[in-house]
């Protein structure tokens, strides 16, 4: 299951701007520009903010099915294969994609669970594409075939994510929980590349695989992948009981550290995700080395700001629970009950996400909270209050000094 993909896919980034510094200093796209995991020309694009002020959707990651054949050890929806009560219908579905262009234009990406175990998948992605939305596809990679990776590349997908946990079969099958995973994705990835279909590989960090992590970017180089995200776990559903996987604060910013340097070295695009410190490290590095956070140095890293959910970024479960992200259980409105486009607008939970004032400890004076956020489900996860401070930030605002 690639439950985490809907974070990641996405650099999804997508589209959403910020100052270039906290300071101010601003940035513009230039021509060309496009967001790691959205092929070239699309930012998830339309108009910043919608008529009544709101913030645009950017990025929608929609749980189309929360079946899946795998029992990943890090799986928010402890996902299973058989049927789950209660998915929207197709008729359901169709209506759903009608309301997306309303609140912009944005990027769909097909997650679940696994989005190929859903019979009307390419039906969905076609009506998606059809109205002029990006779409992406998240599949674990063990169910593609030459025929369902062609159909995804007709139906209008334009990058598929695929989790790679580990270099080698050993580490990856134990981690995803079934043997025969890591050979089963590797064969997956060769039927995208013969479909013609992008794809990028995500790794989540944990201990057991930090000290591989220049082994497993080795592989994604070797394989010909567009692009490689790293994920700081979130201890959510059966990622709850990884506890012990969990890296320290400390860990934290070695690894986002690591990153900023490592990206120097490859023309690979690489992006951390559900770590929104990154935004804040970036531009302190860059500030100390004297570089301009500009589109032409770091790309649409800097345009786009850690945490999403709610500013740009909305999750949809299998059920039509909006949320703001995946691993985020508020409960912010139900598409079978109210028109999605108005839960985007007036959900009381979107609405303290895009107020800074809202937010409690240290998120809610710091001066990168625009470019950051701090991730809302690891408050909650840790804490129990989702607009609580970033349980694995070192960093101490100005006004806290």
């Not at 309303?102 to 998948?121: A, C, H, K, N």
């Not at 779409?135 to 025929?147: H, R």
């Amino acid at each position: 299951m690639d439950t985490d993909s809907e974070n990641r896919i996405p650099t999804l980034s997508q589209g959403v701007e910020t100052d270039g510094h906290p300071t101010g200093h601003s940035v513009r796209h230039p021509d060309g520009a496009h967001p790691a995991g959205v092929p070239k020309g699309h930012l998830g694009g339309g108009p910043r903010s919608l008529e009544d002020g709101s913030p645009a959707c950017r990025l929608i990651a929609w749980e189309v099915t929360r079946s899946c054949n795998l029992a990943c050890r890090h799986c928010r929806a402890e996902a299973h294969p058989e049927p789950y009560e209660g998915e929207l219908s197709t008729g359901e579905a169709l209506a759903l994609i009608e309301t997306f262009p309303q609140v912009g234009s944005p990027i769909i990406i097909f997650t679940g669970g696994e989005p190929l175990m859903r019979p009307d998948l390419f039906e969905l992605i076609s009506a998606a594409h059809e109205r002029g939305l990006t779409c992406a596809c998240a599949p674990n990679g063990t169910l593609l075939t030459a025929e369902n990776a062609r159909r995804l590349k007709e139906s209008g997908v334009e990058r598929c994510s695929i989790s790679i946990d580990g270099a080698d079969a050993v580490s990856h099958d134990a981690f995803r929980g079934v043997e025969g995973a890591f050979a089963a994705s590797m064969k997956g990835i060769e039927y995208l590349k013969a479909a013609g279909l992008p794809f990028q590989i995500n790794t989540t960090v944990t201990k057991n695989n930090l000290s591989s992590f220049k082994k497993i970017f080795a592989l994604c180089e070797n394989l010909g992948a567009a692009a490689w995200h790293i994920f700081l776990l979130v201890p959510m559903g059966r990622g709850a009981g990884l506890a012990d996987q969990v890296i320290t604060a400390e860990e934290y910013e070695d690894v986002l550290h690591w990153l900023y340097e490592f990206r120097k070295s490859t023309a690979m695009h690489l992006k951390a995700t559900c770590a929104p410190h990154y935004y804040r490290i970036m531009r302190q590095c860059a500030h100390e080395e004297g570089i301009p956070v500009s589109m032409e140095n770091f790309g649409m890293d800097a345009l786009t700001r850690g945490c999403l959910g709610g500013t740009g970024f909305c999750f949809i479960s299998h059920t039509g629970q909006v949320q703001p992200c995946g691993y985020l259980e508020l409960d912010c409105g139900n598409v079978r009950e109210t028109p999605f486009p108005k839960i985007w607008r007036e959900s009381r939970h979107f609405r303290d996400f895009r107020d800074q004032s809202a937010y409690k400890g240290k998120c809610g004076v710091c001066e990168y909270h625009r470019v950051c956020g701090g991730c809302r489900a690891r408050a909650m996860s840790i804490s129990g209050d989702h607009l609580g401070p970033e349980p694995l930030c070192t960093y101490t605002p100005v006004r806290l000094r």
